[in-house]
């Protein structure tokens, strides 16, 4: 069964762009979620999606959103990236992540230049 | 607002020995549930193993097992029989019944010493 699927691994972008990152769920999990891990805040919490609909959002500003499709893939943008967005975002999937827990994919590096 | 707290950012333990790992939280809460997750250097956060508030028993996944003092809002990590695969970041993690937000710690950096 294969796990979650984060693209691109690597990415390193200029300040003032935007960047989509993608993530493909397991199987069958419904539930998306994203973090965004940094050595300073440790891991926080950006948005969660269900059935292409957000259940639930971090705070962090208007600038970081995401969808999710109709297969369960979901994908979030940053728009303006400022040199603090640089960071390892994490999407993770669950079926009943009460239950189960997360089943976390191996993140997307940004690098804000 | 619920926190989670690793008061250790560092911990070494030597091959085939035991090491606990602390971790507090603290809710208003009675319907929640808490995770220990291992992330190695691949970046890949992986369930150690998770606990439900409302079991008294304290989980056990093989070699690793908790020790859930709810009183005290105290979530510890014991791991037997350290392997070099251990090594790793551990997070401590605290979910509240119907959300879907996992608040994590700090996290605590494990060495294991051949």
């Known amino acids: 069964k294969a796990g979650v699927t984060q693209t691109p691994r690597y990415l390193i972008k200029t300040r003032g762009q935007q960047v989509t990152l993608s993530c493909s769920p397991i199987s069958g999990h419904r539930s998306v979620s994203w973090y965004q891990q940094t050595p300073g805040q440790g891991l926080q919490f950006l948005f969660e999606y269900f059935s292409e609909t957000q259940r639930n959002k971090g705070n962090f500003p208007g600038r970081f959103s995401g969808r999710q499709f109709s297969n369960s893939r979901s994908e979030m943008n940053v728009s303006t990236l400022e040199l603090g967005d640089s960071a390892l975002y994490l999407c993770?999937?669950?079926?009943?992540?009460?239950?189960?827990?997360?089943?976390f994919g191996s993140g997307t590096r940004l690098t804000v230049v | 607002a619920q926190t989670v707290t690793q008061s250790q950012p560092e911990m070494s333990v030597q091959e085939a020995e035991t090491v606990t790992l602390s971790c507090t939280y603290d809710?208003?809460?009675?319907?929640?549930?808490l995770f220990w997750y291992k992330q190695p250097p691949s970046r890949q956060m992986i369930l150690v193993i998770r606990q439900e508030a409302y079991k008294q028993q304290n989980a056990t996944e093989n070699r690793f097992s908790v020790n859930f003092q709810k009183a005290a809002k105290s979530f510890s990590l014991k791991i037997s029989d350290s392997q070099l695969g251990d090594a790793a970041m551990y997070f401590c993690a605290y979910v509240q019944g119907g959300s879907e937000k996992l608040v994590f710690g700090k996290g605590t950096k494990l060495t294991v010493n051949p």
């Open positions: 993770a999937s669950s079926q009943n992540p009460i239950n189960y827990g997360y089943t």
């Open positions: 809710t208003s809460e009675s319907d929640y549930y």
